[in-house]
């Protein structure tokens, strides 16, 4: 059973800055692609900003600049950073990896449960 696991959220002030982070555990082969996406109330799941296995990334337009996005492949975590938050950012992430659980399987998608991300003055 593969589990992706996020930690990082909470309140923070406009102009300030988080760091989330997704771990995954269980028993698999290897993690492809990973990222985050974001829910905000009232609105659908976008994605904020992706990450290859080999470390190339993108972003969401109205995260450039702001968000980074890394990953530790030994520790098989990715991670958000996320400066200068907006009201707008306020959402809650999810984690998204794709997994290939055994060499003969395909690769499929696994999400965390979401962390809030409360942009407040």
């Known amino acids: 059973q593969v589990q992706l696991v996020e930690s990082g959220g909470g309140l923070v002030q406009p102009g300030g800055s988080l760091r989330l982070s997704c771990a995954a555990s269980g028993s698999f082969f290897s993690i492809n692609g990973m990222g985050w996406y974001r829910r905000a109330p009232g609105k659908q799941r976008e994605l904020v900003a992706s990450i290859t296995s080999g470390g190339s990334t993108t972003y969401a337009d109205s995260v450039k600049g702001r968000f980074t996005i890394s990953r530790d492949n030994a520790k098989n975590t990715v991670y958000l950073e996320m400066s200068s938050l907006k009201f707008e950012d306020t959402a809650v992430y999810y984690c998204?990896?794709?997994?290939?659980?055994?060499?003969?399987?395909?690769?499929?998608?696994?999400w965390g449960q979401g962390t809030q991300v409360t942009v407040s003055s």
């Open positions: 998204n990896a794709g997994v290939r659980v055994r060499l003969s399987t395909t690769v499929l998608p696994y």
